[in-house]
């Protein structure tokens, strides 16, 4: 192999590292992923009224040694929902019922206050199941 070839092989792989280094750094920039919550919450809902399903969320703060659940609110509830009953119950991971809940759906959106019940969002909330109507 002649010098020249030995030196074009030696750009092409400095070359290529730089290339592979520089879509690593590139790629590794667009994997922001955003949360409402670090800690999501699956739900199961049952409603005629409400034919795409709902959103299940929490607001949280630090109470005392640990961070906890203030409130639980549903939304993306449809207006034909409005004025129905609604229940809804939060599950730990181990199917321990940690809350539940019934009200009537105003507006879109039920909220449940749950400051009182020291739910630690750093075990796993598990799951909520949501039944309108």
Known sequence: MSEHQSKRKSAAVALAVL???GLTLATAAELNVR???EVAIGADTFAQCDTDGVAVDYSYSKHG???AIDALTVTGIADTCTGEPIAVSLKGAQAVELLSTSGTVAGGTF????SELGINIETDLGEATVIIG
């Open 35 to 37: 949360a409402s919550n």
């Open 111 to 114: 909220t449940f206050d749950a």
């Open 65 to 67: 040694d640990i961070y």
């Open 19 to 21: 290339g592979v280094a």
